[in-house]
């Protein structure tokens, strides 16, 4: 059964930066986007970012361009979002999620199958 489980949330001042990781097991990982998501209670999952591990074409929301960064190391099955120059608005609790064969509309919920449990993410402003 596949697997997607994330870690490296944290607290963090306004400003600072702060590294989440998603590790995916139990599927040939060439064949799926991996995408972050977030959500703050009340208030539906955002879409953050997205790497199609193919090719490595990356998504972002209009949110944090320029200020986040998603990669993949192939042969660990992990992709990492670094998160730089952090504010209160992106406190939330972060999920990755695993797509097979890609996604069209890579920021709705509906196109990835397999979700890890969440890393919470706390910016102090």
């Known amino acids: 059964e596949v697997h997607v489980a994330e870690s490296g949330g944290g607290w963090v001042q306004a400003g600072g930066s702060l590294r989440l990781s998603c590790e995916a097991s139990?599927?040939?990982?060439?064949?799926?986007?991996i995408g972050w998501f977030r959500q703050i209670p009340g208030k539906e999952r955002e879409g953050v970012s997205c790497?199609?591990?193919?090719?490595?074409?990356?998504y972002y929301a209009d949110s944090v361009k320029g200020r986040f960064t998603i990669s993949s190391d192939n042969a660990e099955n992990t992709v990492s979002l670094q998160m730089n120059n952090l504010n209160s608005d992106d406190t939330a609790l972060y999920y990755c999620a695993a797509a097979e064969g890609g996604v069209v509309n890579w920021f709705s919920e509906h196109e990835y199958e397999y979700w890890g449990q969440g890393t919470q993410v706390t910016v102090s402003s």
């Open positions: 139990e599927l040939t990982f060439d064949d799926y986007a």
């Open positions: 790497i199609r591990i193919s090719d490595g074409r990356t």
